[in-house]
């Protein structure tokens, strides 16, 4: 009995040293630097920092972010961004046919006139009619069918005398009418001439299908007018603007092709029907920000214009960069660890997506965000003097403002 109650005390004995012997290590564990407990522990100490030695400070990190400024040495608005992932912009238009018709109209017609001269008596007949564009009305003929005839014809287009003569019974070879004698409302007028001193005779001429025919074009087709958006960073960065196409005409049944760009013409010729391209260069002044027309038009003829382009050629992209000074003492400061240099980038929102590099002394500082607010740690990368920063986003950015701030460590 005794002999299990001295090994019992031993037991507990054995328990309560262990307990203070692993207590002893965790205490020492975190007592030591953490680099040697990493090493202890068989941990690698250097994976945390990354970026060819550029620590980006954690969002979370809201004590080093709202840390107070020692001494700012750097703050700028640089506002927008502008990024282009290619230095050329196309804008395919459709396919353009446009095209003017012409053909044959009756512009005009009178079933019957019967013309009567004598001493008490002179029946006329009149035909009046109305052209929609007299410019597009040409070759204007009368015809007509006398039944009977006995005296001479007399007809007036628009108080000018066409034909004064004897006709015939039938179809007569139709009358031209000269092209300066049309307006836009016309008047013809039949007579039949006096018998003369023959008072007790008359003359009398009898008309049937009495037309006025004319070539009319038709321009319903004549032109064709489309838009291409330029949005604000292509507008802000054009430095040429070309408009391509592949024309198809037959050259000597067209007229000349016209191009207007926001109502300004940029191309008035007939162009090599079947050349493979035909380039006009556009001043970039003519192009505006958001909605762009252009317009085809003709004035005689077929067109079938495809691969039309508006090219845009862009300047490159500067960059905005930014410089600040450190004097020796600052610079020791900071290399010494007794203070940091804070970078903070302020957006504009917190619902687009921000990403880019921030190159801090020619390393690159990721940033990809949905915060208003970035602040990074560039302690590590301060020079003695002259220091550079350069903001190039991957996206065309907004920013607010850019500050560089010693703080206490």
């Given amino acids: 009995m005794t002999s299990w109650k001295k090994r019992g005390q ?14 002893l290590i965790i205490a020492f564990i975190v007592a030591i630097p953490p680099d040697e407990r990493a090493e202890l522990l ?25 840390a107070r400024s020692l001494e ?18 196309d804008h395919p238009l459709p396919v353009v046919n446009i095209f003017t018709s012409t053909e044959a109209r009756i512009l005009a017609e009178l079933n019957v006139g019967i013309l009567k001269r004598g001493a008490f008596t002179n029946e006329k007949a009149e035909l009046a009619f109305a052209l929609v564009n007299v410019d597009d009305t040409e070759d204007l003929l009368l015809n007509f069918n006398v039944e009977a005839a006995q005296g001479d014809l007399v007809i007036l287009f628009n108080e000018q ?24 409302h016309n008047l013809v007028q039949f007579s039949v001439s006096s018998p003369g001193i023959a008072f007790w005779k008359s003359h009398e001429v009898r008309l049937s299908d009495v037309e006025i025919v004319g070539e009319v074009t038709n321009r319903d087709a004549e032109s064709y007018q489309t838009v291409f958006l330029v949005s604000e960073t292509e507008k802000s ?77 862009l300047e490159e992209v500067d960059f905005p960069s930014y410089f600040f000074e450190l004097s020796h ?43 208003v607010t970035e602040a990074f740690d560039v302690s590590e990368d301060v020079v003695d003097g002259t220091n550079s920063l350069k903001i190039r986003p991957s996206k065309t950015l907004d920013v607010r403002e850019v500050r560089v701030d010693i703080i206490n460590n």
């Fill in 42 to 66: 068989g941990e690698d100490s250097s994976s945390s920092d990354s970026n060819d030695g550029i620590r980006d400070i954690d969002d979370t990190d809201e004590d080093f972010a709202r």
């Fill in 72 to 89: 700012n040495v750097l703050q700028v608005s640089p506002g927008r961004i502008d990024f282009l992932a290619e230095d050329e912009i």
């Fill in 10 to 23: 031993g037991a507990a004995g054995a328990a309560v040293f262990l307990a203070i012997v692993t207590g």
């Fill in 161 to 184: 005398e066409i034909y004064n003569g004897p006709v015939g019974v039938g179809n007569i070879q139709p009358i031209s009418i000269p092209e300066n004698f049309v307006q836009t």
């Fill in 237 to 313: 960065n054009l430095e040429k603007v070309r408009l391509k196409f592949q024309p198809d005409c037959l050259y000597n049944e067209v007229g000349k092709l016209s191009v207007y760009i926001n109502g300004n013409n940029v191309y008035k010729a007939v162009p090599d029907c079947g050349l493979a391209f035909v380039p006009i260069e556009i001043s970039p002044e003519l192009i505006v920000y958001g909605e762009n027309s252009i317009e085809f038009s003709t004035g005689r003829g077929r067109y079938l214009l495809s691969h039309v382009v508006v090219e845009s050629e």
């Fill in 329 to 371: 003492d600052e610079f020791e400061e900071i290399d010494t660890a007794n203070e940091r240099l804070r970078l903070k980038i302020d957006f504009v929102d917190v619902v687009n997506r921000k990403r880019g590099n921030i190159v801090f002394n020619g390393h690159a500082i990721p940033f990809d965000t949905l915060e």
